[in-house]
Each structure stands twice: as C-alpha cells, then as structure tokens.
T-cell receptor
Framework: GDSVTQMEGPVTLSEEAFLTINCTYTATGYPSLFWYVQYPGEGLQLLLK?????DKGSNKGFEATYRKETTSFHLEKGSVQVSDSAVYFC????????????FGKGTMLLVSP | EPEVTQTPSHQVTQMGQEVILRCVPISNHLYFYWYRQILGQKVEFLVSFYNNEISEKSEIFDDQFSVERPDGSNFTLKIRSTKLEDSAMYFC?????????????FGPGTRLTVL
C-alpha cells in the first residue's frame, strides 16, 4: 500500500539557517503530494502541495518539488525563523478513491534565536 | 477565514464507556473525514463521509466506531465501548470535493484519554 517516510526529528536549527526535511513516498498510482504544518496547540494546516511530477509547491518561503524519478518531495526553506518551529507532515493522496491522505510520522522543527 | 472546529479539546473517559467527538466542518464543504494520531505515531485515516454515508473506511474503523451528520452542521464520531488503545488525538477534516488534488482542512483535534 501507499506509504510516506520522513526524516526523524527533532531538527534543531538557529534562526536564518537553511532547512531541508526529507520526504519519500511509495504509491501505486500518481499521487498528489502535500506538506502540512502543525503549530503548538493547533490543527494541521496545509503548507503547500504539488499535484504532478516536476511541480513545485511554495508558500511562506517554503518550497518542495515533486520528483517522480526519486519518489521524493523534500521541504526546503532558505532562512528559517523562530516562528517556523512546528511539526511538519508530508502526505500523499492517490488519484483514485476519495482523496484519503496517507501521512508520514511528522518531523518536529525547533528554531532558536 | 472559515475553519473546522472540534469539541471537546480534551476528553477523558473510562474504558468501556461511549464517547462522541464533535466536529463542525466548513459550511460549503461536502466531504468529511476523521483521522487519528496515537502519540508518537503517524496520522492515520479512519473514515470518509459523503452524502450521508460512509464512502471509505480503514481497517481501524471497526464496529466500535460510527459516524453521523445529525444536522446540517455537525459531524460526529462515536466510539461505543472505548479501549485503552483508543487513546489518541482525533482530527476531523473537510474538503469541498473528493479529488486527490483538493485540500483537506483540519480541525485542531480532540485528545481522547481512555483510563
């Protein structure tokens, strides 16, 4: 079945550092790919998405490119802020069916001043 | 901005008791979902609901679970006889359509603790 693998956290960075959170997936079809973020005490919020190969999703300085050849969707940001501290979830949704999301385990990011 | 709301934020119950978790999806959305996250584990799909019936469910969603849309705004998850292993964060989500490209909007979650 479908699965999503994310790098283990926590990822600890200083403000203005470069961020990469790795995400790879296994899917039978052609999924859409998502990054969700969960700030402390809040629900899951969509950060960005990409729906086909080579698409780049971007939002709030975060980017991720849908790489079909490596089945990856790594999240990057050039300069993190303390306010980016949160848990980041990579997820996929298959083309068929009722768009059920399959999530990775989540990666906690801690940014210090 | 419209948002999904969930109540209560935290529910503590005794093993064997029934619980009902409540959600108010975004008002013009037609597709509704429940997910759960056991502490330290992945967010897992439980069930999707459209047009007053279950459209898809996972193997987790056994006979102890049921969902209902009792009126035009609420969407509920009932666990008939809770077990210790039901302790988790339960997330409700909604979307306007069911396409894989569509965004699901999540609520803040209900933390269920079964003692």
């Amino acid at each position: 079945g479908d699965s999503v693998t994310q790098m283990e956290g926590p990822v600890t960075l200083s403000e203005e550092a470069f961020l990469t959170i790795n995400c790879t997936y296994t899917a039978t079809g052609y999924p859409s790919l998502f990054w969700y973020v969960q700030y402390p005490g809040e629900g899951l919020q969509l950060l960005l998405k990409a729906t086909k190969a080579d698409d780049k999703g971007s939002n709030k300085g975060f980017e991720a490119t849908y790489r079909k050849e490596t089945t990856s969707f790594h999240l990057e940001k050039g300069s993190v802020q303390v306010s980016d501290s949160a848990v980041y979830f990579c997820a996929l949704s298959e083309l068929s069916g009722y768009s059920t999301l399959t999530f990775g385990k989540g990666t906690m990011l801690l940014v210090s001043p | 901005e419209p948002e999904v709301t969930q109540t209560p934020s935290h529910q503590v119950t005794q093993m064997g008791q029934e619980v009902i978790l409540r959600c108010v999806p975004i008002s013009n959305h037609l597709y509704f979902y429940w997910y759960r996250q056991i502490l330290g584990q992945k967010v897992e799909f439980l069930v999707s609901f459209y047009n007053n019936e279950i459209s898809e469910k996972s193997e987790i969603f056994d006979d102890q679970f049921s969902v209902e849309r009792p009126d035009g705004s609420n969407f509920t998850l009932k666990i008939r006889s809770t077990k210790l292993e039901d302790s988790a964060m339960y997330f409700c989500a909604s979307s306007a359509r069911a396409a894989s490209t569509d965004t699901q909007y999540f609520g803040p979650g209900t933390r269920l603790t079964v003692l």
